[in-house]
């Protein structure tokens, strides 16, 4: 009889320890309030169609930043400082993939449907990682921004703004009977910041021609005033001639114009 009274009580203090010591431990960190890097997240079942996706810790659904890179580059030519500032300022960025290069109307048609499917992946999984779909700006260079130009001008609230570098070169103007980036534009569409590398006319620079002119950003420039939206047009060019090359160095401070990111 005693020894069973003595194990019995052993047995309650054990289980009031163990009880003590689970009230004690801390809750386990939200997942969706966590900082995140996930690479290679598949958004289509081809190959080519993949994002990588940096996250802040926040306790809010974050806006977000999509980067398309150039010819030739990769999901991972998007500077790391970039992502780093971006970040700070409770700000997501998404840099995805499609065909790595385009120089045909079909590679840009396919282009086109990747970035279809990949935002609405994205739409589709906001509550996965924690993304305030309500609130993106949609960039890239070069080829990222062709790309991204069709749903970037589609009536779509959710898009805030549009950053691009060296955008729409000279090649996408030669077909007007394929494609004219003019007849995307309408009054709905959103603000666009415009950073060039070279100087207006660099296209026809008879010693050292870039199709990255200038010009065809003040094309859209035009087309924007013409509408009456010209208030929402800012184009820089010729950062190649100052001590900040850096493309993305009017980005954070355009974000937070138009972004509502949490307090």
């Known amino acids: 009889m ?23 431990n801390p809750e386990p960190n939200n997942p969706l309030t966590e900082s995140l890097v996930e690479l290679g997240i598949e958004y289509g079942s081809e190959d080519r169609q993949f994002l ?32 780093a500032d971006l970040n700070a300022k409770g700000i997501t960025v998404i840099s995805w993939e499609s065909s790595t ?14 970035a279809e499917l990949m935002f ?20 890239g260079s070069s080829r990222g921004s062709i790309l991204s130009w069709v749903y970037g001008h589609k009536p779509n609230t959710n898009i805030k703004g549009l950053y691009f570098y060296n955008a729409l070169p000279s090649t996408v103007w030669q077909d007007p009977s394929w494609w004219l980036p003019t007849e995307n534009l309408t009054m709905a569409s959103p603000p666009i910041y415009f950073v060039y590398n070279r ?12 199709i990255h002119d200038p010009n065809n950003g003040i094309t859209i420039v035009n087309q924007y005033q013409s509408l009456g939206i010209g208030d929402r047009t800012t184009l820089v060019h010729s950062i190649g ?16 114009s138009v972004f509502e990111t949490c307090p």
Request: glycine share 6%; net charge negative; hydrophobic share 30%.
């Open 2 to 24: 005693k020894l069973f009274l003595y194990f019995t009580i052993i047995g309650v203090l054990f289980c009031s320890c163990n009880s003590d010591d689970e009230t004690s």
């Open 52 to 83: 990588d996706l940096y996250k802040p810790e926040s306790d809010c659904p974050t806006p977000i930043y999509f980067d398309a890179h150039f010819n030739g580059g990769t999901t991972t030519s998007i500077s790391p400082e970039i992502i």
């Open 101 to 114: 290069s385009v120089g045909t109307p079909e590679q840009v048609e396919t282009g086109w449907n990747d």
């Open 120 to 139: 609405q992946w994205v739409i589709d999984n906001a509550e996965t990682y924690n993304l305030d779909i309500s609130n993106i700006i949609i960039g």
């Open 199 to 210: 100087e207006p006319g660099s296209s026809t620079d008879p010693t050292d021609p870039d």
């Open 241 to 256: 001639q100052t001590n900040n090359t850096d493309r993305y160095q009017f980005l954070v401070d355009f974000a937070l």
